[in-house]
Structure formats: C-alpha cells, structure tokens
C-alpha cells in the first residue's frame, strides 16, 4: 500500500479530475491524502478521501470562491493574467508549507496537477516520486502545436509554426514570476538547475489521443488515458425534471469559473428563439436564477445543474469549452458549439472543431446571429453527432481511471518510467 498526496487547485474542475482518480486508488488499497486550500475540505472528505489543510491564514474558508468570482468577471489576457497571478502566490505558499506538510502526513508519492508547477520540485526535495495529472488541456508547448490559450486551428504550414513559437514565447515570459520563486527554493534546497519540470515516471492525460493535436515532441511516458469524471465528492443536485418538454435538449453551461458575463447567457437565449428546441441554462453555482430575469424564449435557468445526468438528455451542448465539461459532452456523444472565455478554453474549443465535433464562436465575435447559425449547423447537418460518437468511441477504448491507476502504481512500485507504447 502506498500513501499518495494529491497537490492541485481548490477549484471544481480540477478537483472533479483528481477526486475519482484518488478514490480508484483508494479502493485498491492506497491511503490518498489531499494537500491544500480549506475550500476543498468538503469536496474531499464527500469523496471519501483524507484532507490536510496548510496556508489556512492566506487561504481561510471561503477565500478561493471570492478569487475565482473575481477570475469570473474578466476574459481573454486580463484573466490569464489574473489566473497567472493566483498561481504565483499559491506556489509561494506550496514551496514554503507543502514539505513539512506532507512529510508530516506521511505521504510517500505524489499525484501532481500539471498547472502546479511546484509540486515536482518538493517531490525531489522530499526524494519522493511524482506522477503529473493533466486535468486541463496537455500544457507542453512545441512549435507545431498552437498555445493553448488560443483559438488557433492546428496548421503545419511553416508561418504557423513561427507564429506558435512567438506566442509561445509570450507565455513564456508571462509566467516568470511563477518560474523564478521556484527556482529560488530550488537553489535554497541546492537542486539542480530544473531543466525538465515534467514527471519522469509517468504523465497520465483525461484526453483521448484523438482529442489532441498531431504532436512530435511528446515524452514517452506520457498516457492519454481517457476521463475520469465520475459523481465523486460532487453534490447531489435537485432539478426540475418535470419542467423538460420533451423537445431536443440544448444545455448551456459556462462552467463554474467563467461564468459571471450574463450577456453571454443574454446572447445564447435570443440565439436559441424560434428553433424546435428546448434551452436550459446553468448558472454554474454563480447566482440564482433571479439574477437572469426576463430572458428571450423563456429558457430554463437553474443555479446549479446535475451535468453528468443532465447530458443523458441532450441534442446539444453550448460551453466554454473547460476540458471536464468537454469531455463529458464527448462521453454522451453529445456535440457542441464552444464560446472560449480564458486560459485552456481557446484551446480545446479549437480541438472541438478540428475533431468535427462541434463548432467555435470566438468571444471577441459571439454576436446572436453567428451563434444561432452555429447552433443551426450542429442540429443539423449530422456529421457534427457522428463525430461526437466517434470520440465516444476513443473515449471508451483509452481506458479511463482504471487505466490512469494502473500506470500510477506501476510508476510507483517500479520506480521506472511507464513507457506509452509499452502499455498499449
């Protein structure tokens, strides 16, 4: 039995990733403790897991809902900005409470979100192995690959690779401040100059292969391995299933994140008037549906929306685009039109549309009549459901959570990098 520490955002997304991955461990006889912020106590402890709270006095109750309902008014820059800012002073916390957290826990490896760029460093200080977690889009830049907070199409073509490699370039510099206070705790912990941030043993990605872009450079212990969402450490939500009418379902979600622009929700609705087609909207737990009164064609709206059961029922998913809810979609086969807000939502709304899935409305161009023409397309025309179901498909086959669980304990009880093909 190994005891794993989990290090990973206290934000829905991410913890609806890391949760099911944990409990899989657990239920083969792993003790998995999650190392972090207050506000992901309960959706912890609901998933059965151990919880160890550090930076209570930066991050008291309550404190990560009041950051991300800031990260929720902004889009585009302004919130990569912001979120780049968030991360920066939560690796400060991590480097300086994380060690003595997690030896006092007792944790003897390490499950690592990939945007916690600091947890591979305090796994080679304790000299315990890590795995990295690719709950979001694969954050491993190359020049053939479009930045993932673009909507750039993937293209071959030399221009693009430089245009890439410019972007790319940009991030590089954006996130500086995140990369300098971890080198500066690698040089007090005197290690080596860390030239390679990524785990050795193994990567294990909720994509499918066939969601991601033709890549060249990937790491051979990187697994696309399939979601692993589940109904672990999630609420139960009520919802009026009464009020469903019976027509086709097109629901619409903007996560639980950016989810506070309600002319977005205004546009969606007036977009929606007038098809054969019944919309419901969820609010992603940011405000009631008073907050929305009053909307074209008489949506309904909810709070909160049981998703995973929610999609069951659907013809048509409208989405920002957040991997988990991407993903989702993909696993009911159900297609999607995706307005990208920030951070890696350009990016898979990108994938989305090049896989044929779904459609792509730019926020910077979401206007009524692009969007209901968007929405059109994707109801009609059948290639967009047909290649929904063919992700599906891949979905099915890349093994999920078991398969992520495998690679984790081989990685661990080896010692040895899980080679891709060799699991294939």
Not at 230 to 245: C, I, M, N, Q
């Given at each position: ?188 912990w005197k290690l080596p100059v860390d030239s390679y941030p990524f785990s050795k043993l193994a990567i294990v990605s909720q994509q499918p292969p066939e969601l991601e ?168 025309q059948d290639s967009y459901k047909q290649n929904a179901l063919r992700l599906q498909e891949a979905i099915h086959r890349a093994g ?25």
């Amino acid at each position: 039995m190994t005891h794993f520490g989990i290090i990973c955002p206290a934000e829905t997304g991410h913890l609806n990733t890391m949760l099911p991955l944990g409990r899989a461990l657990q239920q083969r006889g792993h003790r998995v403790t999650l190392i972090g912020q207050l506000d992901a106590q309960a959706k912890t402890e609901a998933a059965g897991l151990e919880f160890w709270a550090i930076a209570q006095s930066e991050y008291p109750l309550g404190k990560m809902a009041q950051l991300f309902a800031q990260l929720g008014k902004l889009s585009g820059l302004a919130a990569l900005r912001y979120t780049i800012t968030l991360y920066q002073q939560w690796t400060e916390v991590l480097l300086r409470d994380g060690p003595g957290a997690i030896k006092e826990a007792g944790v003897e490896a390490l499950l690592v979100d990939q945007t916690i760029s600091a947890g591979g460093t305090i796994a080679e200080y304790l000299a315990i192995p890590f795995i990295h977690v690719c709950s979001a889009v694969v954050l491993m830049p190359e020049d053939s690959i479009p930045p993932h907070f673009t909507t750039w199409n993937y293209n071959p073509a030399w221009w693009a690779r430089l245009r890439n490699r410019g972007a790319n370039s940009l991030f590089n510099r954006l996130v500086k401040p995140i990369r300098e206070v971890r080198e500066e705790y690698r040089r007090q912990w005197k290690l080596p100059v860390d030239s390679y941030p990524f785990s050795k043993l193994a990567i294990v990605s909720q994509q499918p292969p066939e969601l991601e872009f033709p890549r060249t450079t990937l790491p051979p212990c990187l697994h696309f391995t399939g979601p692993y969402h589940d109904s672990t450490g999630r609420p139960a939500v009520s919802f009026p299933y009464e009020k469903l009418t019976g027509q086709p379902l097109i629901y619409a979600s903007m996560g639980t994140l950016q989810n506070r622009q309600q002319q977005i929700f205004q546009t969606i609705a007036e977009a929606c008037v007038g098809l054969d087609a019944q919309l419901v909207i969820t609010l992603g737990g940011s405000g009631s549906p008073e907050s929305l009164p009053g909307l074209p064609g008489e949506p309904l709206v909810v709070g909160y929306a049981p998703q995973l059961e929610l999609l069951k029922k659907t013809t048509l998913t409208i989405t920002h685009a957040g991997m988990n809810t991407t993903l989702e979609c993909l696993t009911n086969g159900v297609p999607m039109v995706a307005i990208p807000v920030a951070n890696d939502q350009p990016g898979i709304a990108a994938r989305i549309a090049w896989t044929g899935a779904g459609e792509l409305v730019p926020l910077s161009r979401l206007s009524v009549p692009r969007l209901r023409a968007s929405i059109q397309r994707v109801l009609t025309q059948d290639s967009y459901k047909q290649n929904a179901l063919r992700l599906q498909e891949a979905i099915h086959r890349a093994g999920g959570v078991n398969r992520a669980a495998d690679i984790i304990e081989q990685a661990v009880s080896t010692g040895k990098p899980v080679l891709a093909q060799a699991q294939q």
